[in-house]
């Protein structure tokens, strides 16, 4: 009895991170997130007066870039992990300089990071 509560307190946790494969741009996340956070605070209209690809295109990933996040198409930021950060400097490195960096990732979602299994140019 105790083996199949723990076996089903094992799946129902696992159940929580998400494994999937997500599409969108790869961007500098420090530089992103402060774009982001760059605003008139007595403006009420931030989100209809936002440049997303403006933003995108400053903030792309050069070669000193540590730490990557990935914007998808309706604006919505993930981090990614440790280990996504290295695969995404190995791919900037390789890819050479790029004004937007299309990008298929694959791995587990956990809050509002990836834990990356992979990272490829999208076409």
């Known amino acids: 009895m105790l083996m199949t509560r723990l076996s089903l307190l094992f799946c129902l946790w696992s159940a929580l991170s998400f494994a999937g494969s ?5 961007v500098d ?4 997130d402060s774009e982001q956070r760059n605003v008139n605070p007595t403006d009420t209209m931030t989100a ?3 440049d997303v690809n403006l933003g995108i295109r400053y903030c792309s990933p050069k070669q000193k870039t540590k730490s990557f996040a990935l ?3 309706d604006g919505s930021t993930f981090q990614l992990d ?3 950060n290295t695969k995404a400097a190995e791919l900037v490195a390789t ?3 790029r ?3 299309a990008v298929a990732v694959t791995g587990e979602m956990d809050k509002s ?5 992979s990272i490829s140019t999208a076409r």
């Open 22 to 26: 997500w599409s969108g741009v790869l």
């Open 29 to 32: 996340s420090k530089c992103y």
């Open 48 to 50: 209809v007066d936002r």
């Open 71 to 73: 914007v998808q198409s």
């Open 82 to 84: 440790s280990a996504g």
């Open 95 to 97: 890819t050479g300089k």
């Open 99 to 101: 004004p937007r960096f």
């Open 113 to 117: 990071t990836i834990r990356v299994d």
